[in-house]
């Protein structure tokens, strides 16, 4: 079981894989919006995606599959 999983973040818009994201806010907090750099995609707030790649990460650990609306989960965060 790895205790860290490396996976990367497909933008379902303009289909940059793996996304860049980035954020307007100077200071990346829970609350802070992550974009797409290509096309500006809003995927959420930050605390959101932590949350759900967690779950993710816990699935795959699990022996379960990847079935969210991304198709892995997310890079350095
Ligand atoms: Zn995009």
Not at 42 to 68: H, N, Q, V
Request: glycine share 10%; aromatic share 10%; net charge neutral.
């Amino acid at each position: 079981m790895p205790d860290q999983i490396t996976v990367t973040l497909k933008c379902p818009v303009c289909s940059a894989d793996p996304v860049t994201l980035i954020t307007t806010d100077a200071t990346l907090t829970g609350d802070s919006f992550a974009r797409c750099k290509g096309c500006g995609h809003e995927f959420g707030r930050y605390l959101d995606m932590k949350s759900e790649a967690r779950r993710l990460a816990a699935e795959f650990r699990d022996g379960g599959t990847w079935l969210g609306a991304y198709p892995s989960s997310f890079r350095n965060w």
